[in-house]
């Protein structure tokens, strides 16, 4: 499968974990970052049901989505694509646990390390002084917090079975996901290594303060409450900043997205 095709259709792999919510991941070990030693053993399932977990078996990208096919895609759109696809499939096993708050920190470690991955490229391909500065603030700011959730995560096993809030949790995480994945994609494609940075950032910044918001609708550890309100704090001033440096450096070559399409709190044609 080429490189282009790995990032599955979102709405289709979303189904197929909620219909398997009440199910652990069979194993992590073929994650690209892997965290077994931080999560308690999961709950097996039999190799059928981890086999149909798999977000990306039957589902390649349709010609008329929104990724290159490898002859027109650049080094730097395949790191972003490759980060953006090992961020799904983590979230993705995120989101099915059963207890809220191990589900927001398993899915938001996965949400902070795209973000480190993204910030990684954009000081490897970017030139812009304020973006580069904002990378390397992202990587400092949020290794800590992968840090801090690891260790929850480490003395923290999911719940036996589904809590009350268990479902509504996990389709609110669903929809999130199906809104940053729609402008993160475009975003990534952008021509201009800044600019791409800043577009696919945006989003995933204005997802992690929905996710956020969820943990504290549903969360009940005061750690993880905690830590979603801060990362609300912190994230909201830097979409702010991504918004107007947006606004101040696009050009008619930026494919930006319509603002229609952009998720909730996203501006994507604001203007100066």
């Not at 003395?155 to 036996?160: M, Y």
Request: net charge negative; proline share 6%.
């Amino acid at each position: 499968m080429t490189t282009s095709y790995r990032f599955a259709l979102l709405a289709a792999s979303v189904t197929a974990a909620l219909a398997l919510s009440a199910c652990q991941p069979a194993a992590e070990g073929t994650k690209a970052t892997p965290i077994a030693e931080v999560m308690p053993p999961p709950i097996a399932v039999p190799e059928s049901d981890a086999d149909a977990m798999d977000p990306h078996a039957g589902h390649d990208m349709a010609a008329g989505d929104s990724m290159m096919d490898d002859s027109q895609m650049t080094d730097m759109h395949r790191d972003y694509t490759e980060s953006m696809s090992n961020m799904h499939d983590e979230m993705m096993i995120g989101m099915t646990y059963n207890d809220p708050d191990t589900a927001f920190a398993k899915s938001m470690l996965g949400h902070h390390r795209g973000a480190v991955d993204m910030a990684t490229i954009e000081l490897k391909y970017g030139t812009d002084p304020t973006m580069r500065k904002l990378a390397q603030d992202i990587i400092d700011s949020q290794q800590v917090e992968i840090d801090i959730m690891r260790k929850w995560l480490a003395s923290h096993p999911d719940a036996a079975s589904p809590k009350p809030e268990t479902q509504a949790m996990q389709q609110a995480y669903a929809d999130g996901m199906d809104a940053m994945n729609n402008v993160m994609m475009l975003g990534i494609a952008d021509p201009v290594a800044d600019m791409a940075f800043a577009r696919g950032m945006m989003p995933h910044h204005v997802s992690a303060v929905d996710m956020a918001k969820v943990q504290l609708k549903y969360g009940k550890d005061e750690e993880m409450r905690q830590l979603a309100q801060e990362i609300i704090d912190a994230q909201e001033s830097e979409i702010e900043l991504m918004q107007d440096w947006i606004a101040t450096h696009k050009t008619d070559d930026n494919v930006i997205p319509d603002k229609t399409n952009a998720p909730e709190g996203v501006e994507a044609n604001k203007t100066s």
